[in-house]
C-alpha cells in the first residue's frame, strides 16, 4: 500500500507558467519535506513543516512556496518556474526524532 | 558545501560478490546515518541505518559500518544481486542547528551487479 503519494508522477509547465505539486501521506506523520533533485545530484531539501511550521531551508529562492493545509496533504507551488527548475521533485515524511523518511515516488517537472 | 561526500559516482561488481559503497561526512554534530536505494523513475527507499553508539548493523545482506573518528561509513552488500543495481544515497542527520529530522544527503553512487 502506497504510504507516501505524489501526483502528479509526470508534470509539464510551461516557463513562467504557476505549478502546484501535491503529496499526500496515509502514515500520519508530523513531518513533512520537500526536496528537489537534479541530475546526479543530491537530494536538496527545499523546506519542511513540523506539523503546522513551516521551515524554509536559507538558500531555497522565493519563487518556491509550499502550504500544508492538514496532516496528510502537503503542495509545492513554483511560482514562476524557470528552466533551471526542471528536476524531480521528492516528498517525504517522519515521526521527528525517528530519523527515517519516507519518500513518494517524485514528481518529475519539465519546463518548455 | 557538501557535508555529506559519496566520491565514487559508480560502482560495478559480479554477481555474488561484495558490494562496498563509501561515504564520508564532515559534520562532527551528525549522529544518525542513513542509506537509501533508488531505481530510476521512483522515489529513494530506505535501506538501513546506524545511530553514532555503534559501529556496525546488519540487516540480511545489508551491513552498515561506522568510522566516527575517520567520518566514515561504508555498506556492504554479500552477496551481491542484479536486482540490488540502483543508486544508492548516504543520509545524515543530527546537526547543530538542532533539527535531528532534516536529513542531509549525498549525490549518490550508481551500482550495477553483472550476472
Known amino acids: 500500500d502506497a504510504m507516501v503519494i505524489q501526483n502528479p508522477r509526470y508534470q509539464v509547465t510551461q516557463f513562467g507558467k504557476p505549478v502546484t505539486l501535491s503529496c499526500s501521506q496515509t502514515l500520519n506523520h508530523n513531518v513533512m519535506y520537500w526536496y528537489q533533485q537534479k541530475s546526479s545530484q543530491a537530494p536538496k531539501l527545499l523546506f519542511h513543516y513540523y506539523d503546522k511550521d513551516f521551515n524554509n531551508e536559507a538558500d531555497t529562492p522565493d519563487n518556491f512556496q509550499s502550504r500544508r493545509p492538514n496532516t496528510s496533504f502537503c503542495f509545492l507551488d513554483i511560482r514562476s518556474p524557470g528552466l533551471g527548475d526542471a528536476a524531480m521533485y521528492l516528498c517525504?515524511?517522519?515521526?521527528?526524532?525517528?530519523?527515517?523518511?519516507?519518500f513518494g515516488q517524485g514528481t518529475r517537472l519539465t519546463v518548455v | 558545501d557538501q557535508q555529506v561526500k559519496q566520491n565514487s559516482p559508480s560502482l560495478s561488481v559480479q554477481e555474488g560478490r561484495i558490494s562496498i559503497l563509501n561515504c564520508d561526512y564532515t559534520?562532527?554534530?551528525?549522529?544518525?546515518f542513513l542509506w537509501y536505494k533508488k531505481y530510476p523513475a521512483e522515489g529513494p527507499t530506505f535501506l538501513i541505518s546506524?545511530?553514532?553508539?555503534?559501529d556496525k548493523n546488519e540487516d540480511g545482506r545489508f551491513t552498515v559500518f561506522l568510522n566516527k573518528s575517520a567520518k566514515h561509513l561504508s555498506l556492504h552488500i554479500v552477496p551481491s544481486q542484479p536486482g540490488d543495481s540502483a543508486v544508492y544515497f548516504c543520509a545524515a542527520s543530527g546537526d547543530s542547528g538542532g533539527s535531528n529530522y532534516k536529513l542531509t544527503f549525498g549525490k549518490g553512487t550508481l551500482l550495477t551487479v553483472n550476472p
Open positions: 559534520n562532527s554534530m551528525f549522529d544518525y
Open positions: 517525504a515524511t517522519s515521526e521527528q526524532g525517528k530519523g527515517q523518511a519516507f
Open positions: 546506524i545511530s553514532s553508539i555503534k
